[in-house]
């Protein structure tokens, strides 16, 4: 869980945090904010559902932590988290923390562009990045769809029409899958998103490699004692 922290530890980060945000509440991140810009309390019962608020806002808090080191000194920590396991989600100026606007995003469209500035449109370049990669990867690592030859018997026939079914459903899956991917980073903090973004490029590169490795060690004698 968050830094390290037990899972049966949760709660005291939860309540130490609690404690900071009433006492501070000026201080308190938009994102951690209420609709009425009234400070979520981060309940924590123990169990993983819609009552553990905490672990929604899991990543938010971290950085919350990571800024303001005093919420460890809080009595209820009771040394559970030291400040060299804080984790700093900043990256380039970028608070990954936050979460991409996706409001302000659909806003462009109608000629909101006053609402926009740089900070947030870099936001929204990680769930496209994450889509992109993702679409570039699912591509690359899927089979290419088999062409059958025109098949005479009754049973070549299901054999066919099942492959083509396949295909089909592969095809769809690698236009589905990078949509519901961007869908997900932009309502999920930027770390997320970027965390998928990375994967795929690096399932990207090494699919490359692999597929060099094992083209350089097939040699044209191999092939042709295929045929």
Known sequence: YMIGVDFADM????????????????????SLLDKAGQVIVM?????????????TYEIQIAQVMFQHPEILADPIMNGVITPDRLIDFSLFGLNLSEQPNLSKFFGIFIGKFSEVDLNTALLWLIPLLSGLSSWVSTRLTSPAPKKEKNAILSEEEKKAQNTSN?????????TIMPLISTWFAFTLPSA????????????I?????VSKRLADDISDE????EI
Do not use: C
């Open 205 to 209: 590169v090494q699919h490359k490699l």
């Open 11 to 30: 709660w005291r980060v939860a309540t130490a945090y609690n404690n900071w945000a009433a006492a501070n509440p000026a201080l308190v991140p938009a």
């Open 43 to 55: 309940t924590f019962n123990g169990k993983n559902g819609t009552e553990n608020l905490f672990g």
């Open 222 to 225: 191999d092939i042709e004692g």
């Open 166 to 174: 396949q295909n089909d459903t592969m095809r769809t899956m690698t």
């Open 192 to 203: 997320v998103g970027i965390y998928w973004t990375a994967s795929n490029i690096i399932q």
